[in-house]
């Protein structure tokens, strides 16, 4: 003898077929409105290497507005260069911030250069300074030395003051995660 479950009972004949097909209905009506956060970081890669951005935008905001410093170093890209959202200096140095503070290497460098022109935050070559410092420091070597030129061609227009200040401030930030 085979014995059902209450379940089995329920979904059972033309009635169960109904609550079935339902519930499937109900799913396929559901499924638009899961959050894009539930897509990944690779997913919003693939996007923005398919340079589709604004896909890869819809998938970075909800990961970057999570804390996620990937997503914020690519979100701060789309808005420095108006890829898939509207340019936006400002926009864009405040993701580029989020990450850097985080520890992101890349959004250190991007940071750094909106501080050496001025872009989105106030110019302070000091400031720009501190994070192409850092940005160079924790850059794999493949991008170490093209990072350090650019760092040294900023610190050219320093004076040995502002050098200082610079590599003070550097030393003393350390990065803190977004919880």
Same mark, same amino acid.
């Given at each position: 003898?085979?014995?059902?479950? /209450? ?10 077929? !109904?609550?079935?097909?339902?519930? *499937? ?6 499924? $638009? #409105?899961? $959050?894009?956060? *539930?897509?990944s970081?690779?997913q ?14 819809? +998938?970075?905001?909800? !990961? *970057?507005? /999570?804390? &996620? ?18 340019? &936006?200096?400002?926009?864009a ?6 990450? *850097? ?12 250069l ?7 935050? $106030? ?14 420091? #924790?850059?794999?070597?493949? !991008? ?6 650019? /760092?040294?061609? +900023?610190?050219t ?13 550097? !030393?003393?930030w ?6």
């Open positions: 003898m085979t014995s059902f479950s /209450r379940c089995d009972l329920e979904f059972r004949g033309p009635a169960g077929l !109904l609550r079935r097909v339902g519930w *499937a209905i109900a799913v396929l009506v559901l499924l $638009p #409105a899961i $959050p894009v956060h *539930a897509q970081l690779g919003g890669m693939a996007a923005f290497q398919r340079q589709d951005y604004v896909a890869a935008s819809r +998938v970075f905001i909800p !990961l *970057a507005e /999570r804390g &996620n410093a990937a997503a914020q170093s690519y979100l701060g890209f789309l808005f420095e260069t108006g890829r898939g959202v509207p340019q &936006n200096y400002t926009e140095a405040m993701w580029y911030r989020r990450a *850097a503070e985080q520890g992101d290497a890349r959004a250190q460098y991007s940071l750094g909106l501080y050496d022109r001025g872009f989105g935050v $106030p110019q302070d070559i000091v400031e720009a300074s501190k994070w192409l410092n850092l940005s160079a420091a #924790a850059s794999p070597p493949r !991008l170490r030395e093209a990072r350090v030129r650019i /760092r040294d061609a +900023v610190t227009k320093m004076t040995r003051g502002e050098i200082a200040e610079a590599r003070l401030r550097a !030393l003393e350390a990065p803190s995660r977004e919880r």
